[in-house]
C-alpha cells in the first residue's frame, strides 16, 4: 500500500512540475564554459553548485536558485570570494551545457553539489530536497544546503 501511495504521489510532483512551469523572463544567461578552468588535484576542497534549469521555469525551479543564492550571500560570502564554493546556473537547452547536462544526467530543474579533492569528485543530488522544501519551507532546503556545503568543505 506505502509503494502505491509513494508512486501516485511522485506521479502528483512530476505532473505538477511539467505543467506548472513558466518561462522566467530574469534567468541568467550562463554558458557552460565558465567552469572550465576548475583544478581538479587541489588539495583543498571546492564546491560546486550547479542549478540546472530549463527555459521555461516553475515557482519551485526559482525558489531553488533563490534559496541557494541566498544561502551562499548569507553564510558563504567569503568562500565564494576565495573561489572555494563556486555556483553555476546551467540553463539545459543550450546546446553548449550539453556534456555537462550529460555528466550530470540533468535533463530538467535539478540541483547538485559536488566536492573535487585530490583529483576526485563526490556529489550529492539536492533536486528531491530543492522541490519538496525551497519553495514553502525555505529554511529548511537551506539547512540541508549547508549540511551539504559543510560536510563538502571538509578535507577528508
Same mark, same amino acid.
Not at 522566467?24 to 581538479?40: M, P, Q, R, V
Not at 530543492?130 to 549547508?146: D, H, M, Q, S
Given at each position: 500500500?506505502?509503494?502505491?501511495?509513494?508512486?501516485? *504521489?511522485?506521479?502528483?510532483?512530476?505532473? #505538477? +512540475?511539467?505543467?506548472?512551469?513558466?518561462?522566467?523572463?530574469?534567468?541568467?544567461?550562463?554558458?557552460? #564554459?565558465?567552469?572550465? &578552468?576548475?583544478?581538479?588535484?587541489?588539495?583543498?576542497?571546492?564546491?560546486? /553548485?550547479?542549478? +540546472?534549469?530549463?527555459?521555461?521555469?516553475?515557482? #519551485?525551479?526559482? &525558489?531553488?536558485?533563490? &534559496?541557494?543564492?541566498?544561502?551562499?550571500?548569507?553564510?558563504?560570502?567569503?568562500?565564494?570570494? !576565495?573561489?572555494?564554493?563556486?555556483?553555476?546556473?546551467?540553463? /539545459?537547452?543550450?546546446?553548449?551545457?550539453?556534456? *555537462?547536462?550529460?555528466?550530470?544526467? !540533468?535533463?530538467?530543474? #535539478?540541483?547538485?553539489?559536488?566536492? /573535487?579533492?585530490?583529483?576526485? !569528485?563526490?556529489?550529492?543530488?539536492?533536486?528531491?530536497?530543492? +522541490?519538496?522544501? &525551497?519553495?514553502?519551507?525555505?529554511?529548511? +532546503?537551506?539547512?540541508?544546503?549547508?549540511?551539504?556545503?559543510?560536510?563538502? *568543505?571538509?578535507?577528508?
Amino acid at each position: 500500500m506505502k509503494a502505491i501511495l509513494r508512486s501516485a *504521489l511522485m506521479l502528483v510532483v512530476t505532473l #505538477s +512540475f511539467l505543467f506548472s512551469c513558466q518561462p522566467n523572463k530574469n534567468a541568467e544567461k550562463e554558458k557552460g #564554459s565558465s567552469f572550465a &578552468a576548475i583544478d581538479s588535484n587541489t588539495t583543498t576542497p571546492i564546491v560546486l /553548485i550547479y542549478n +540546472f534549469y530549463g527555459t521555461h521555469r516553475c515557482p #519551485s525551479c526559482v &525558489a531553488i536558485e533563490n &534559496a541557494t543564492i541566498e544561502t551562499l550571500d548569507s553564510f558563504y560570502r567569503e568562500e565564494v570570494k !576565495a573561489g572555494k564554493i563556486k555556483r553555476f546556473g546551467i540553463n /539545459i537547452d543550450d546546446p553548449q551545457n550539453e556534456e *555537462l547536462c550529460k555528466k550530470y544526467e !540533468a535533463y530538467g530543474s #535539478s540541483i547538485y553539489v559536488t566536492q /573535487i579533492l585530490k583529483g576526485k !569528485a563526490q556529489t550529492k543530488n539536492l533536486t528531491g530536497e530543492g +522541490f519538496k522544501y &525551497a519553495l514553502n519551507k525555505k529554511e529548511k +532546503f537551506i539547512e540541508i544546503l549547508k549540511s551539504t556545503i559543510d560536510q563538502f *568543505l571538509k578535507e577528508e
